[in-house]
């Protein structure tokens, strides 16, 4: 069998060699594929709530907003729409689930021409006395997932932008709404957070376990946008055993806590 190598292009700098590929960190501000080179971009408000909850997504968009873009993928179309909150235009989306495709979604929505956005989701705990619903607002990241490392040098830790932090405690206060600022840990592997793993996570400070909030944090920072975060408690991996505690299908869970907090992210989004 003939192995064939590729061919480089001319003039491009090598990436230094590294042990492990994930920390080979290329800064050129020029990808193959640009999400601008892909995307046209058109008239739309530069505030964006990034909403893990269909459900709420459906109720704000069958009655009061309009599809201003579908992001075309195997998964199918992805609608982002445009809606009025609080007398306000506000773009809303889904961002879905895992670092890489939410990240895709995020790129696509600067591309389009939105500048400040909010997330809001669920995450697992880390403390079993942070009860079910409770709000935490992460100023920092552990990045224990993949797609941060194309967008920052190799690094422990990165953070949202500060307006957006300052944005969400103003809205919360407001409120008078309790919550907790505390560090996330964000992982690629759902089903390998082990309890030496989330000690180790517990120990450098961290209350909740998600998916996203620091592949966010970091392409936030390398488009030069505003990005901040809401999550709210789910599931408990902080006792002696992983506890569902029906964190996303008990009934006042989707019609009263979600709804909330997609309002607060909404609001502090509109602050920035």
Not at 30 to 38: G, L, M, T, V, Y
Not at 152 to 176: D, F, M, W, Y
Request: proline residues 6%; contains cysteine.
């Amino acid at each position: 069998m003939q192995i064939r190598k590729p061919r480089l292009p001319r003039k491009v700098a090598p990436l230094k060699r590294r042990l492990f590929p994930i920390i080979e960190h290329d800064p050129s501000p020029r990808s193959i594929i640009e999400p601008s080179r892909i995307t046209e971009r058109i008239e739309v408000p530069k505030h964006c709530v990034l909403c893990f909850f269909q459900e709420v997504l459906d109720s704000h968009t069958t009655a009061r907003g309009r599809e201003i873009n579908v992001l075309e993928g195997e998964g199918g179309p992805h609608q982002i729409h445009q809606i009025e909150f609080e007398g306000k235009p506000l773009v809303v989306a889904h961002p879905r689930v895992g670092a890489p495709m939410a990240v895709a979604t995020l790129e696509r929505l600067i591309a389009l021409g939105c500048r400040k956005f909010i997330a809001c989701g669920g995450a697992g705990v880390l403390d079993s006395s942070i009860a079910v619903g409770h709000i935490i607002v992460p100023y920092a990241a552990i990045r224990d997932e993949g797609t941060s490392y194309h967008y920052l040098r190799p690094g422990r830790e990165v953070g949202p932008h500060p307006r957006a932090i300052s944005a969400i405690e103003k809205t919360l206060r407001a409120n008078r709404v309790e919550y907790i600022v505390a560090k996330t840990w964000t992982t690629d592997g759902l089903y390998r957070e082990t309890r030496a793993r989330m000690l180790a996570r517990k120990r450098a400070g961290c209350l909740t376990v998600e998916m996203e909030a620091a592949a966010f944090f970091a392409a936030a920072k390398f488009r030069r946008v505003m990005l901040g975060q809401i999550l709210y408690g789910g599931d408990d991996l902080g006792g002696a055993e992983w506890d569902d505690r029906e964190w996303d299908h008990r009934g006042w869970m989707r019609h009263e806590v979600r709804a909330r907090l997609f309002d607060y992210a909404a609001e502090a989004c509109l602050r920035m």
